[in-house]
């Protein structure tokens, strides 16, 4: 059993919401008792804790008191009552660049930061090439920080806090800032941290960021911890509970269903001029609404493991076709392949009358585990596509049980005892 | 809608540690233990202070760095500055307010050069949390070293005065006491003890109240100043006020006058850097023939008198220091929500 790297203890913290904050020594006195201020308590006997090596998410929505308690972990606020225990070296990145000062060299601020996290000019010698490496700030390392990109800025930071070998390093949303590649760079900075047995406390409104990187998970509403478990579970309680105080849902981009502008389908014209898709002219058949139907009829926005969901789609056919084929492809948030068919595979022919029809595709049982996943859906004559949706519509999944990993496969566990 | 967390100890992170401990895996290494929380020991606090002297060092740095960062004399105006004020007190009280006291540059210099470290410190130090306040609010160290690197920095400066200080003297051909040389740390260290102490109270005190900063800019810059005996001799001034009368009113004034703690550390200075013990002849001028007037402008106490005052001036500081940790401590919790 790995020993407890961070232990938050019955955590409270108040804040104390003036009206009108009276600062001078002459509001003071003319306002003297009776300043007005409401309590506001930011946290409310928040407990839990966090092993060596373990990798905990924090969600919860603006204001749950996310931030709050990782100023508390960090040791910039001190908690009302209750108590915080870090075992190790901490590095905290609740904004990048916090602590610079900009009228100093990128290398005397990467000093200066080493030295705020509490690491000798020793070992932050021994440190700085990796450092400036991983910022990728080359021969901008000896001027000013202030004429710094904010890019630069935020590389700087995050290469500071990961290259200083902290045992526990507590992340704020930082990782939203910087470019795509970047941002894939601190990731797998992440995993080799997980890998390496660090302690990680994270911060993040992307449900799937926590899932495909946390142990486990905590939810926060309105200060208090409201739940705690799986990443997966943690999003679904986190994901219930924004229903139940009737918050809009961030919603995803693509909604459950979705239904063409203008008619037109998403075919990729340069795609298509360049002769990789063959389209037929006039394209005969065109796709109106795709949806996602859930067979319970239910209303809550995800699905669960093993949930049967149908892929409605209506289509327009122009002039009756001969031998029409539908396709459909389920693909990850990250675009890859997860399931491809289409009706020929199927088995099934389709000779199409000039008119309005429909197509379901059922999935007996989603087989997946917790994510966003893209449905696609085209429809092709023996001429060519007519028309392709992607992504049509998307849903997610989300895992109630303590399984992780990328599917839910139905497992069974037996143990024989030698007689 | 409050769900029971579900006090299952996790496994998945323990797991992975004890599956693939990679070869650099820091599961092993030797930890320090932090708390956060409200009440946390003077010397908790004291003992994180320490851990983090490198950053003292860097903040004191960084501070003399920007602040003369491009301007062409750099560090030179570090000693410009009371350069000038030296000049200025020299004229109005060597030409226009005759007070007579030859060499009055090295007895002016000896009080203000303690003085300016005291001051600059403390009213940097008053301010530090305030001017500071995106560090505060986004970066976790001991927030009492933002105003111990007030007074480092403060004494860095001291340190170029002194060279100044050493090149007066060398000019004007006014040798110290050698032999009581060691004075000088004898008053430095509660100096510094009680710049600290102060500085560390008022830094706090002036994140809830803005009102401190202007306060202290007055009393300390003004008052305080003339309270001591820098540009005035205790001997030939103040003393005969003192001593004409026996009254309770006059007891009364003594000790006030020497409730200041930097009456005496600053006398300890003159009585080492000026060193002209005894009658003096001052420099007002006399009808011919008549023997100049003579006056005795540092009292003719024993060396132990200085090293008790100064004494008795560091036990009041370290007393001092510890409550404004206590004070700190309180209202440091608050600060990033305050500014």
Not at chain 1, 54 to 59: A, K, M, S
Not at chain 2, 157 to 186: D, N
Request: aromatic share 10%.
């Amino acid at each position: 059993m790995a020993s407890t790297a961070v232990s938050i203890e019955d955590v409270s913290k108040r804040f104390r919401l003036y009206h009108e904050k009276y600062t001078s020594l002459k509001e003071r006195v003319i306002h003297a008792g009776r300043v007005p201020y409401e309590d506001l308590w930011a946290l409310k006997n928040v407990g839990f804790e966090v092993s060596e090596g373990e990798t905990v998410g924090i969600l919860g929505r603006n204001g749950s008191g996310k931030s709050t308690l990782l100023k508390c972990v960090c040791g910039i606020l001190q908690p009302t009552s209750g108590r915080v225990v870090v075992q190790g070296k901490l590095a905290g990145l609740l904004e990048l660049g916090a602590g610079f000062q900009p009228e100093l060299s990128g290398r005397e601020n990467i000093y200066m930061n080493g030295s705020m996290l509490g690491i000798s000019k020793r070992d932050v010698d021994r440190m700085f090439d990796s450092i400036v490496e991983f910022a990728e700030l080359g021969q901008f390392i000896d001027n000013q920080v202030k004429f710094y990109s904010s890019g630069m800025y935020v590389r700087l930071g995050f290469a500071v806090a990961v290259n200083v070998d902290p045992d526990v390093l507590v992340i704020d949303e930082v990782l939203a800032v910087g470019d795509e590649r970047f941002q894939q760079k601190c990731l797998e900075r992440i995993k080799q941290f997980q890998r390496e047995g660090r302690t990680i406390l994270f911060v993040s409104h992307s449900a799937d960021l926590v899932r495909s990187i946390c142990d486990r998970a905590v939810v926060l509403a309105q200060g208090a911890m409201i739940g705690m478990g799986t990443p997966g579970e943690a999003v679904r309680i986190f994901r219930e509970q924004l229903m139940a105080a009737g918050d809009v849902l961030n919603l995803p981009e693509v909604p459950m269903s979705s239904t063409p502008t203008d008619g037109e389908g998403t075919i990729d014209e340069a795609q298509a001029t360049a002769g990789m898709l063959r389209i037929e002219d006039g394209r005969p058949v065109r796709l109106r609404e795709v949806a996602i139907v859930r067979a319970d009829g239910d209303d809550r926005p995800y699905v669960v493991p093993g949930e049967s969901v149908t892929v409605h789609a209506q289509f327009d056919a122009a002039r009756p076709v001969e031998g029409a084929v539908f396709q459909l492809e389920v693909r990850s948030n990250e675009d890859s392949l997860i399931f491809s068919t289409d009706t020929e595979v199927m088995g099934l022919r389709s000779d199409l009358v000039a008119g309005a029809g429909s197509i379901d595709f059922v999935l007996e049982s989603i087989p997946l585990a917790d994510g966003t996943y893209k449905v696609c859906v085209g429809v092709a004559t023996p001429k060519g596509m007519s028309d392709w949706r992607e992504p049509a519509c998307q849903f997610e999944v989300m895992n109630p049980a303590r399984t992780r990993g990328t599917v839910s496969m139905p497992v069974r566990a037996t143990i024989a005892e030698a007689p | 809608m409050a769900l029971e967390a579900p006090a299952q100890k996790p496994d998945a992170g323990t797991a992975r540690a004890a599956f693939g401990a990679t070869p650099n895996s820091v599961a092993n290494r030797p930890k320090t233990t932090r708390v956060v929380s409200a009440d946390v020991t003077v010397l908790d606090r004291l003992r994180e202070i320490w851990r983090s002297r490198e950053l003292l060092i860097y903040l004191v740095r960084t501070e003399i760095k920007v602040k003369y960062k491009n301007s062409f004399l750099g560090l030179v105006w570090s000693m410009v500055s009371p350069a000038m004020t030296l000049a200025v007190y020299t004229v109005v009280f060597g030409t226009f307010l005759k007070n007579g006291i030859p060499n009055f540059v090295i007895f002016l210099f000896s009080g203000l050069l303690l003085w300016n470290f005291f001051q600059t410190g403390v009213l940097t130090a008053t301010g530090v949390i305030v001017n500071n306040a995106g560090l505060v609010k986004k970066v976790s160290f001991p927030r009492e070293i933002l105003a111990l690197a007030a007074i480092g920095s403060a004494a860095v400066f001291l340190f170029f005065q002194a060279i100044v200080m050493v090149l007066f003297m060398l000019v004007l051909q006014s040798p110290p006491a050698w032999a009581l040389l060691w004075l000088v740390l004898v008053a430095l260290v509660p100096t510094f003890v009680f710049a600290c102490g102060l500085g560390i109270l008022l830094a706090s005190v002036n994140v809830y109240m803005r009102d401190t900063q202007h306060l202290v800019t007055v009393l300390v810059g003004a008052a305080w100043f003339w309270a001591c005996p820098i540009v005035y001799s205790y001997q030939q001034d103040v003393s005969p006020r003192l001593a004409d009368h026996h009254s309770t009113l006059h007891t009364l004034f003594a000790v006030i006058y020497f409730a200041n703690p930097m009456t005496p550390l600053v006398m300890t200075f003159q009585r080492v850097l000026y060193a002209r013990m005894g009658q003096v002849p001052l420099t007002v001028p006399v009808p011919p023939g008549t023997p100049p007037v003579r006056a005795q402008l540092l009292p003719s106490w024993p060396v132990t008198t200085y090293v008790w005052a100064d004494a008795a001036v560091f036990v009041g500081s370290v007393i001092l220091f510890y409550v404004a940790m206590i004070v700190f401590g309180r209202l440091a919790g608050n600060f990033a929500e305050e500014l």
